[in-house]
């Protein structure tokens, strides 16, 4: 456990240099606290008391047990919105577009609309066969939710980017500050996000036995052949599902015109 305060302290002075903005302590309880680096004076650790302290601007000073500190990690931001590097060809948001917080499930869309559904046209992207029935993958476009939300640089995640999650992390069904999710947890650095079991659509949570359930949306259609006489129209997307009363977490795909779902943007590294 050393260790980890070890490369805390460490870690610190060099977000310090490099102009991180966050700081999240993990603790072995399903409980997590952030921080924002520029409200912290000093992170140390209390050989004495066996604790780690954390140190604010303000004149006050947070302790935790050293065996209740599972992972200290540090993100940064872009536009006002925080990511993560798990080490992957894109940079992940904390949070879904909506959300102030991890634990919160944000804003549901319709693929390819820009505004949340208020009832109506059965919460329609958009009439199919109209110039949106898109046939392209819609990451960066003016189609994009993220992009639209916070800024150019953002975008909606592929259905690539989603299946090199799956295959270089793991997955761990947790609570983040009461709320069921996965902890995804990189193989490749040891950072993390969480992926909150959150949303308000009523079809699917019925269909899952009202068990804690989240879908979340790439940013790639289904395409189907033109030329093929038992095709489908283009009305599906692919999804993230995730859902702990099957322990399941797998790609499959929505309907774009009624189904409602949550958006977790990345951020290009190039």
């Known amino acids: 456990m050393k260790t980890l305060y070890t490369t805390a302290l460490c870690m610190l002075a060099f977000c310090s ?30 050989n004495e ?5 954390i140190e604010k601007k303000d004149g ?7 065996d209740s500190v599972e992972l200290i990690m540090f993100g940064d931001e872009c ?19 909506g959300a102030e917080v991890p634990n919160e499930a944000g804003t549901e869309y319709a693929w390819g609309r820009l505004e949340p559904y208020t009832g109506g046209d059965m919460g329609g992207a958009y009439p199919i066969g109209t110039e949106l029935d898109v046939k392209f ?10 992009r639209a939300k916070w800024g150019d640089e953002w975008q909606m995640p592929t259905v690539d980017h989603w299946v090199e999650l799956m295959e270089n992390c793991t997955f761990t069904w947790k609570k983040y500050n009461g709320v069921e999710g996965y902890e995804v947890k990189s193989n490749k650095n040891g950072n993390w996000i969480f992926l ?32 093929d006489p038992y095709s489908m129209p283009n009305i599906y997307s692919y999804v993230f599902d995730i859902d702990n009363s099957k322990s399941m ?9 009624s189904d409602d779902e949550l958006i977790r943007p990345v951020l290009p590294k190039d």
């Open 137 to 146: 993958d819609i990451a960066g476009t003016r189609y994009d939710v993220a």
């Open 17 to 46: 240099a490099q102009a991180k903005t966050h700081v999240h302590v993990s603790l072995t309880y399903e409980k997590v606290d952030d921080y924002r680096i520029d409200s912290i004076s000093k992170i140390s650790l209390n």
């Open 49 to 53: 008391r066996m604790t780690l302290e």
């Open 196 to 227: 909150p079991a959150l949303g308000n659509n009523i079809n699917k949570r019925w269909y899952y036995m009202f068990k804690p359930f989240g879908s979340y949306w790439s940013s790639t259609p289904i395409v189907y052949e033109e030329d």
């Open 249 to 257: 977490y797998t790609i499959s795909y929505s309907f774009r015109e």
């Open 60 to 66: 006050s000073t947070i302790e935790y047990e050293r």
């Open 79 to 97: 536009n006002g919105h925080e990511y993560i590097d798990l080490g992957l060809s894109v940079y992940w948001a904390t949070v879904n577009v």
